[in-house]
Each structure stands twice: as structure tokens, then as C-alpha cells.
């Protein structure tokens, strides 16, 4: 007779509740596999562990002899995103793990992550471990141009900034060789296992930071052939810190070893101030300045397809008020460019960012097309509606900035992996965030620029749960680096 039992758990999103969460559904796995006959004895289970690793190392060779062979492509592609923009006209034989740097003598931490939003997240953990170990050379590295062009001016002088390399056994071999680090400290869901297996037989020690996998990747990472590969992969961390129990307990299901599993909070939180040098402050001071006096609220990181939601929101608001100015951020500067064309087409009057334009009276569009400016508009807005959320199949973006800035926050209903910040913050105060559909978000944009009261609740809101969720993030996350890692790394590199 088949027994089915079925429990539900609610965290509330506190370590300690998560670290139960995962203990007490292992105890329900383990009593029910202990009330049937097929339960194993641990040299069953052993045996089962090392069939498993066996598979694993096999899905692995046959994963690096087929990027081997598709070398001379992925080689062909690059080029063919030089051509096209995508990757540094200069630099991009870093992505095959050629150098341009010189590496220093004595031990090397190396920070990797894929695009502008992780490396941000990465830098308050550099600086932090910098300040402990000031004997140890920083190397970051990241894939995309547009995390490059920001990040290579918010990194401390002495970190060492490339690209990162392609996942084929030659670019990872010569990376390693050439830098030989002592630990690799991996940001949010990269994954790659000739990186990651090549560490392993070098003794580098792995970290994965605010580490999470999302649904789809899950899906594809517990397919029956990949799965002895996604455990393979997993053991070779020494510390895996997810930034929800959500993710945690997804990492369990993937045979994450469960002790080195920690909790810390979200690294988003702590993604500090982009510095601003004199000219563009001096820009912004007066664009501050023709603000002043109106109606101003923000659509931030929005994709392809949702202009049109803002916009048709933008003609509503300004029936009611005529001077309200609109300023849209796209997630992709281009998609900016494109934005103001059309409109300027109209006959709408628009003032662009990259042409330096300014306010000119009958001017109530103000279209952001560059990069790693959105923290410095949050703080010239009070209303800031997060865009990537709109649409269906969207996944949201990072709420914490607008916090951070005391904007009253608005987001759509498809926000992705960024629902369980959406839902610490709201715990901690409902007026935090404000999440609405498409139709509702003028009259929910209409009661705050109308209601001067509600609207400073919001803002105080906001900025009081980003504060709540932010303290002490950074320190933890290098505490459990350097107890876990660090320190492992280093006295690896003594023997």
C-alpha cells in the first residue's frame, strides 16, 4: 500500500525559518523513507553517492568535449558580436581568456558576474574584503559591455577589472593558468562547469553569492541526464549563500550539500551610491532645478512593448495636470534613442539625456538614454513606477534603489524572483510597495501626485523598509566568506 503525505510550510523569510523550513522537510523525507521497506543503509546510500558522482564526472566529459569541439564557433560568434557592437572592440580577447592586465605576486580573489546588476551587487563586497585583507589582489570580471562601461568607474583603484571568459575548456584552462586564484567568488546563478569543475581540480575555492535559480532554470537543471551534473557542480562550493528560502530550499532539491548553505539577506540591498563626477552632478543640479514646482514621476528599467503603457498613462495624467513631466529609463539605451524618435515624429516635444537637452517650457517627456544613471534620477523623483513588470513573461527589476532614494514605489504584477523582496518589504510596512495592472496604474499615479500626504507616507515607507533590510548585509556576506572560504583558500595556497 502506497502512503502519500503532503505538508505545507510558510518562512517569513528570517534565516532561522528558512534553515527550518529545509531541516523539517528533510525529517519528513527521512521518517517516510524509514516507514517503508526500500529504505537504505548508509553503505547503500553510499554507493548511490558515488553511482551519482560517477554519472556526474561522465555528463561532465562529454559536456567539455563538445564545447572543445565547438571551440572554432564560439570563437566565430564572438567576432561577429565585435562586429556588431556587443562585445569591446579592444578587449574582446579577454572572453577567450587572453589578459591585458599583469597579475601581482601573492594571493588573488576573483569577483565574477554577468552583467551591471550582479557586479553592482559585488562591489560593496570587494570593498569590504579589501578593508579586511589588504595583502590580497581583487580581480573582477563581467561579461556584458554595458556592466563594463558603469562598473570600471565604481571599483576601487586597486581592483583589477577584465572580461570575463567563454565556458570552453580553452579560455577557462588559460584563465586559470594565467591568474591562478585562490578563490572565485561567483555572483547570483552562474553556473558553468568547466569553470567550475576546473577550479575544483586546481583547489580554488568557490563561493556563490546571493545565489539564485530561477524557475526555468531549475526546470532544466533537474532534467534527469543534467541532474548528476547539477550536483557534481554544487559539491565543488565551499559556501552557497541564496538570497531567499525559496531559492535555498531550490538548491536543496539539486543535492546541494545542506552545510554549506547560509543565509544573509539580499545583496541588492546593499548596493550603494554611484559616484558622479562634476560635470554630470552639475547637469543634474539643474535639471533638479526644472523640476521644481511640477508634477514629476519615473518609469524605470522598462522593456520593449511597455513605452506604451507609460505613455498612454502619461496622456491621462496630463489631462488632469497640464505641467506633469514624465521621465522614462529604458532598460536598453538604444530602446531610449528609438523612444524619442517616434514621439519627435508625432510632434511630441521630447528632451533626450544624451543630447544634454533641457526642460523647455511644453516639454513634458524626459527620455534617460544612457547607462548607470537610474540611482541619481531616483533621487530627483519621488514617484518611481519599476518597470519589466508590465507585461506577461516579465520578471521585474530592483526595487531597493527606488527605496533607497525614498521614492513612493509602483510595480506591475510580473516581478519574477524580485516578489520575495517585494514581499519583505511589505511585511515590514504594506505601504512600502504599491503593486498594480496597467489600467489601475493612473489612478494609483493620480492619488499620489494629487494627495501630498499619502505620498510622503509612501515615500517614508519605502525608505524605512529598505534601511530594515539592509543593515548588515555586506558584513555578514564577508564574515561567512572569510570563515568559509578565506580562509580555506589561503592556507590551500600555504601548502
Known amino acids: 500500500m502506497a502512503y502519500h503525505c503532503r505538508f505545507t510550510y510558510t518562512c517569513g523569510g528570517a534565516s532561522g525559518e528558512g534553515i527550518c523550513a529545509i531541516h523539517l522537510i528533510k525529517c519528513c523525507i527521512e521518517k517516510r523513507k524509514l516507514s517503508h521497506s526500500t529504505c537504505y543503509n548508509r553503505e547503500e546510500e553510499a554507493a548511490l553517492g558515488k553511482m551519482a558522482m560517477e554519472r556526474g564526472e561522465l555528463i561532465y566529459k562529454i559536456y567539455r568535449a563538445l564545447t572543445y569541439g565547438l571551440s572554432p564557433l564560439i570563437?566565430?560568434?564572438?567576432?561577429?558580436?565585435?562586429?556588431?557592437?556587443?562585445?569591446?572592440?579592444?578587449?574582446?580577447?579577454?572572453?577567450?581568456?587572453?589578459?591585458?592586465?599583469?597579475?601581482?605576486?601573492?594571493?588573488?580573489?576573483?569577483?565574477?558576474?554577468?552583467?551591471?546588476?550582479?557586479?553592482?551587487c559585488a562591489i560593496p563586497v570587494i570593498k569590504c574584503c579589501i578593508e579586511r585583507r589588504p595583502d590580497v589582489t581583487v580581480l573582477m570580471t563581467t561579461t556584458t559591455t554595458s556592466a563594463f562601461e558603469v562598473i570600471k568607474h565604481q571599483l576601487p583603484n586597486n581592483v583589477l577589472y577584465q572580461f570575463s571568459p567563454?565556458?570552453?575548456?580553452?579560455?577557462?584552462?588559460?584563465?586559470?593558468?594565467?591568474?591562478?586564484?585562490?578563490?572565485i567568488m561567483l555572483m547570483e546563478s552562474e553556473l558553468w562547469p568547466n569553470l567550475i569543475i576546473g577550479a575544483a581540480k586546481n583547489q580554488i575555492a568557490l563561493a556563490l553569492l546571493n545565489a539564485r535559480i530561477s524557475a526555468k532554470s531549475y526546470d532544466s537543471w533537474s532534467q534527469p541526464f543534467v541532474n548528476s551534473l547539477t550536483s557534481l557542480m554544487l559539491s565543488k562550493f565551499l559556501l552557497i549563500l541564496p538570497l531567499s528560502t525559496t531559492q535555498a530550499i531550490r538548491?536543496?532539491?539539486?543535492?546541494?550539500?545542506?552545510?554549506?548553505?547560509?543565509?544573509?539577506?539580499?545583496?541588492?540591498?546593499?548596493?550603494?551610491?554611484?559616484?558622479?563626477?562634476?560635470?554630470?552632478?552639475?547637469?543634474?543640479?539643474?535639471?533638479?532645478?526644472?523640476?521644481?514646482?511640477?508634477?514629476?514621476?519615473?518609469?524605470?528599467?522598462?522593456?520593449?512593448?511597455?513605452?506604451?503603457?507609460?505613455?498612454?498613462?502619461?496622456?491621462?495624467?496630463?489631462?488632469?495636470?497640464?505641467?506633469?513631466i514624465t521621465i522614462i529609463v529604458p532598460r536598453h539605451p538604444q530602446h531610449g534613442k528609438q523612444i524619442a524618435l517616434e514621439l519627435e515624429k508625432d510632434g511630441v516635444r521630447v528632451a533626450l539625456r544624451s543630447r544634454h537637452?533641457?526642460?523647455?517650457?511644453?516639454?513634458?517627456?524626459?527620455?534617460?538614454?544612457?547607462?548607470?544613471?537610474?540611482?541619481?534620477?531616483?533621487?530627483?523623483?519621488?514617484?518611481?513606477?519599476?518597470?519589466?513588470?508590465?507585461?506577461?513573461?516579465?520578471?521585474?527589476?530592483?526595487?531597493?534603489?527606488?527605496?533607497?532614494?525614498?521614492?513612493?514605489?509602483?510595480?506591475?504584477?510580473?516581478?519574477?524572483?524580485?516578489?520575495?523582496?517585494?514581499?519583505?518589504?511589505?511585511?515590514?510596512?504594506?505601504?512600502?510597495?504599491?503593486?498594480?495592472s496597467?489600467?489601475?496604474?493612473?489612478?494609483?499615479?493620480?492619488?499620489?501626485?494629487?494627495?501630498?500626504?499619502?505620498?510622503?507616507?509612501?515615500?517614508?515607507?519605502?525608505?524605512?523598509?529598505?534601511?530594515?533590510?539592509?543593515?548588515?548585509?555586506?558584513?555578514?556576506?564577508?564574515?561567512?566568506?572569510?570563515?568559509?572560504?578565506?580562509?580555506?583558500?589561503?592556507?590551500?595556497?600555504?601548502?
Open 75 to 120: 570563437q566565430l560568434h564572438l567576432r561577429w558580436r565585435k562586429f556588431r557592437g556587443l562585445e569591446h572592440p579592444l578587449r574582446w580577447r579577454e572572453r577567450l581568456g587572453v589578459p591585458s592586465l599583469s597579475r601581482p605576486p601573492g594571493p588573488l580573489f576573483w569577483f565574477h558576474a554577468v552583467s551591471l546588476g550582479e557586479g553592482m
Open 438 to 495: 496597467g489600467y489601475i496604474l493612473v489612478e494609483a499615479l493620480s492619488n499620489l501626485l494629487s494627495d501630498a500626504k499619502l505620498l510622503e507616507e509612501r515615500q517614508e515607507a519605502a525608505k524605512q523598509a529598505y534601511h530594515a533590510l539592509s543593515c548588515g548585509i555586506t558584513k555578514n556576506v564577508c564574515c561567512f566568506l572569510d570563515f568559509h572560504v578565506f580562509r580555506v583558500a589561503l592556507a590551500n595556497k600555504v601548502q
Open 251 to 324: 538548491f536543496q532539491l539539486l543535492q546541494c550539500p545542506p552545510f554549506i548553505i547560509n543565509f544573509c539577506g539580499d545583496l541588492k540591498y546593499a548596493v550603494g551610491n554611484i559616484d558622479t563626477n562634476e560635470g554630470d552632478q552639475r547637469a543634474l543640479e539643474e535639471l533638479q532645478v526644472q523640476l521644481m514646482n511640477r508634477k514629476v514621476w519615473m518609469a524605470s528599467s522598462i522593456h520593449k512593448g511597455e513605452e506604451k503603457v507609460m505613455l498612454g498613462v502619461h496622456s491621462a495624467l496630463k489631462q488632469v495636470h497640464p505641467d506633469i
Open 357 to 436: 537637452d533641457k526642460l523647455m517650457p511644453g516639454t513634458n517627456i524626459y527620455v534617460v538614454d544612457t547607462l548607470g544613471e537610474l540611482q541619481k534620477f531616483y533621487r530627483l523623483t519621488p514617484i518611481a513606477v519599476i518597470g519589466g513588470s508590465f507585461l506577461p513573461g516579465s520578471a521585474g527589476h530592483n526595487i531597493s534603489e527606488a527605496a533607497a532614494a525614498g521614492c513612493a514605489i509602483l510595480t506591475g504584477p510580473y516581478i519574477g524572483h524580485f516578489s520575495h523582496m517585494a514581499t519583505q518589504m511589505q511585511r515590514l510596512n504594506p505601504l512600502s510597495i504599491l503593486q498594480v
Open 166 to 183: 567563454v565556458d570552453t575548456p580553452g579560455a577557462i584552462d588559460a584563465f586559470l593558468c594565467y591568474w591562478k586564484p585562490s578563490a
